[in-house]
């Protein structure tokens, strides 16, 4: 007699955060990594955070994308992400970026940086 074995479907993978534009920078640190990307058509920049491992087990996972030239920012924090944080956006044309990512107790920051033009296309 043979014995009926239940098919089990794998976990479904999340989809990476798509960001518009071009990646320019990436922070990479001991539990992840923090990518920046830029579209020179909306003047936008984008961040999100991956963790490098525990990818689908709950933890916290950061992400904050901040402008020099008023000090405003964007930031999503859970501690009970499983794959990413973000993306978050920002107009940032005609000023500097600071980036910054942490995935459980380790985090990183990119510095004052990326500072633009006062065109969108002139990044």
Same mark, same amino acid.
């Given at each position: 007699?043979?014995?009926?074995?239940?098919?089990?479907?794998?976990?479904?993978? *999340?989809?990476?955060?798509?960001?518009?534009?071009?990646?320019?920078?990436?922070?990479?640190?001991?539990?992840?990594?923090?990518?920046?990307?830029?579209?020179?058509?909306?003047?936008?920049?984008?961040?999100?955070?991956?963790?490098?491992?525990?990818?689908?087990?709950?933890?916290?996972?950061?992400?904050?994308?901040?402008?020099?030239?008023?000090?405003?920012?964007?930031?999503?924090?859970?501690?009970?992400?499983?794959?990413?944080?973000?993306?978050?956006?920002?107009?940032?044309?005609?000023?500097?970026?600071?980036?910054?990512?942490?995935?459980?107790?380790?985090?990183?920051?990119?510095?004052?940086?990326?500072?633009? *033009?006062?065109?969108?296309?002139?990044?």
């Amino acid at each position: 007699m043979a014995a009926a074995v239940a098919g089990v479907a794998a976990p479904a993978q *999340a989809a990476a955060p798509v960001c518009e534009g071009t990646k320019i920078d990436t922070l990479d640190f001991a539990t992840g990594y923090t990518y920046l990307y830029y579209s020179s058509a909306t003047g936008r920049n984008c961040a999100y955070t991956v963790p490098k491992s525990g990818t689908g087990t709950p933890q916290l996972i950061a992400v904050g994308l901040f402008r020099a030239g008023d000090n405003q920012g964007v930031w999503d924090s859970r501690a009970d992400y499983k794959y990413y944080a973000g993306p978050v956006y920002l107009d940032a044309r005609g000023t500097c970026v600071l980036f910054n990512g942490q995935v459980r107790s380790t985090s990183a920051s990119s510095g004052w940086g990326h500072c633009g *033009a006062l065109t969108a296309g002139a990044r």
